[in-house]
């Protein structure tokens, strides 16, 4: 299968996973997974970066239609998608020259954990900030932040786990 084709159907199947599995999972009021923001980390890294930027964007608003959500979510995926290659440069120490060779899965596990943590927090951070809208919201923000990036990061490390195969 080729590769395009491939992250069709990664953005097909994450949406449809986020919106009729994930957004349903409210746990204890504070847990809701964002599986969705999985298409960031594993999408390409390119030069022209106009068609990664635009597909996050769509996927974000995706979710934001069936969530009706107001744009929150199409604003904070598109906030990792852009600053991706900042964190690619600190943790992974890649050049533009680096960026046809890149795979997330033959990085080392403690790169890739940072690397995934980091962005996870930003997006879910940028989400609840601008779903509750409030600094007298603060401790919700956060807790909501905690909890949900914790579940996203289990989530998410469990299905990479699962569906990769051993190389």
Known sequence: ???PFQFILLFFFLLFLQVSVLNNIHFLGYVNP?????????YPLKENRF???LASF???LSVDFFSDSGGIHAFSILTIAFIRLFFIKIYFRKTSTDY?????????FGK???YVTTLTVIHHFILFSFANFSFQNISHVLLNTLYSSIFTLILFFL?????????
């Open 1 to 3: 299968m080729n590769k």
């Open 34 to 42: 964002y599986l969705y923001i999985s298409f960031v980390f594993f």
């Open 51 to 53: 068609p990664f930027l």
């Open 58 to 60: 769509i996927l974000g």
């Open 100 to 108: 046809p060779f890149f795979n997330l899965h033959s990085e080392s």
């Open 112 to 114: 890739v954990f940072n």
């Open 159 to 167: 299905g990479t786990y699962i569906f990769t195969k051993n190389q």
